[in-house]
């Protein structure tokens, strides 16, 4: 496609449950970022997947946070047992490759409530 | 390490107003530096990036200068519009693997 895609766009869930959010990159795009974005919290930076290099994870916020990358595309972030102060838009975005002078492209985001 | 700071907001400005938000960072190094614009209901846009000391980004009518000697990327508009009306977010990149850091964006609305 032509820009970052996320899905779902929108997800409810109860407390205590797993939620999966999916992230396909731009085509071509080796670098890609999982950012959060929360009420008072700002933008949080999650996790980091180049090429075939171990991912970056130092922004997650605890164990129950986790993400793969598959074949060098897709992404899925995965929340295990979620507590409602996960609800937040959680953003996927892709780089060309990393540097500094490199655009950094962002999806729209996938809104998760937490109830 | 890597910091960036806005000014809070909301700024409330009226249509043709000029707008300025201040930025400025902390980093090592040589940064790369950018202006995010978040539009209500929509995602994160790339709105102008300098990556060198002195450079100038504009775009869409917006300027910064990135001014090392301050350590500031200030984002100026002469002549703001309603559509201008969004979230503004300052950020920066310091390492060569590309992670932004952010600042805590600023809330801009116009008014016809």
């Known amino acids: 496609g032509a820009g970052v895609s996320q899905s779902p766009s929108n997800k409810v869930t109860e407390k205590g449950k797993d939620v999966e959010l999916r992230c396909d990159p731009i085509s071509g795009h080796t670098a890609l970022y999982w950012y959060r974005q929360s009420l008072g919290q700002g933008l949080e930076f999650l996790i980091y997947?180049?090429?075939?290099?171990?991912?970056?994870k130092s922004g997650l916020p605890s164990d129950r946070f986790s993400a793969e990358r598959t074949g060098g595309s897709v992404s899925t972030l995965t929340i295990q047992r979620t507590q409602q102060e996960d609800s937040a838009v959680y953003l996927c975005?892709?780089?060309?490759?990393?540097?500094?002078?490199?655009?950094?492209?962002f999806g729209e985001g996938s809104w998760l409530t937490v109830v | 390490g890597n910091s960036v700071t806005q000014m809070e907001g909301p700024v409330t400005l009226s249509e043709e107003a000029f707008l300025t938000i201040n930025c400025t960072y902390t980093a090592t190094g040589y940064p790369s530096l950018f202006w995010y614009v978040q539009y209500p209901g929509e995602g994160l846009q790339l709105l102008l990036k300098?990556?060198?000391?002195?450079d100038k980004g504009s775009n869409k009518g917006f300027e910064a200068t990135y001014r090392k000697e301050t350590t500031s990327f200030h984002l100026e508009k002469g002549s703001v519009q309603v559509s201008d009306s969004a979230v503004y977010f300052c950020a920066l990149i310091n390492e060569s693997w590309g992670k932004l850091q952010f600042g805590a964006g600023t809330q801009v609305v116009v008014t016809p």
């Open positions: 997947f180049q090429g075939n290099s171990a991912p970056d």
């Open positions: 300098a990556t060198k000391a002195d």
């Open positions: 975005a892709s780089s060309l490759e990393p540097g500094l002078g490199n655009t950094i492209y």
